[in-house]
């Protein structure tokens, strides 16, 4: 569960800012991304760790409303739920993240269900619970079940998911401080040495730039009037699941993916923009994307 607040400034250290507007919201990484997923006409299942307290509820609601399978969700008895206090920059939409999760909410590998990820169409995961993301990938990589993920803090084994994923789709800074570099056609050919089919580095409002065998492509991203960026990450990878399973190229799949975010990011909150697949169909033919811009080193 999200507490969203939009502030004209964020205070310094030790002062306070008054929000002009405080809500509650459902959110958190692949459940915003499996909720995308639904919406845009994927049968989808979600399996993670909640507590037993109302903001369970709260956070699944919108997932059980679209259809999602939450049969491998699991409860955790005198555990609180996720939270995330998310500030959102009035004039930009720009969002600021400080999040809280108990570790008893880790799912844990046994409680995977693997018969249905070596059935699946996709596998979409983050590297949260690195030792279930891993026997996950494992067992959908052995079953010729792509694998999707979304990744942004380079945490200590990680790299030994990256070797069963095949499309990683990873922040900047995820790459960068991976593979100890800011140059970032250097960070995708790690990606692609490490296993993957296609690999991708996300540049928030630049768009992506991808990499598939020897070929670099520079996927910019749409102008569009912000309101909240929390969940474009998440959006974005719904988007790029969605397109992968379209059978669309390469350029397809990236620009499904900016526009599931674009139009995501023009409502309050993690899931408050979520496309359905007629939404973004719609906005695939009205809108074009920016120009290239090249990042700059250490921007």
Known sequence: MDHVA?????P??????????????????IATAILACARLGLASAFAGGVGDDADAEHALAPLRAAGVDLRHVRARAGVATQTAQIWI?????????????DPALALRPEELPLAEIRRARALHL???????ALAAARAARAAGVPVVLDADA????????LAAVDFPVVSRSFAETLYGTSKLREALEGLLAAGARMAVITLGPLGALAATGSRVIESPGYRIPV???TGA??????GFVWGLLEGLDAEGVLRAAHAAAALNCQALGAQGGLPDRAQLAAFLARERPAAWVEPEPGT
């Open 6 to 10: 939009t502030v004209t400034a964020l």
């Open 12 to 29: 310094r250290t030790g002062g306070k800012a008054r929000a002009l507007e405080s809500r509650h919201l459902p959110g958190g990484q």
């Open 89 to 101: 920059d009035g004039a930009s939409g720009e969002r600021t993240i400080v999040w809280h999760r």
């Open 126 to 132: 983050d590297a949260g619970d690195l030792p279930a």
């Open 154 to 161: 380079a945490e200590p084994g990680v790299a030994e998911l």
């Open 227 to 229: 309101r909240d960026t």
């Open 233 to 238: 990450g998440d959006a974005f990878h719904a």
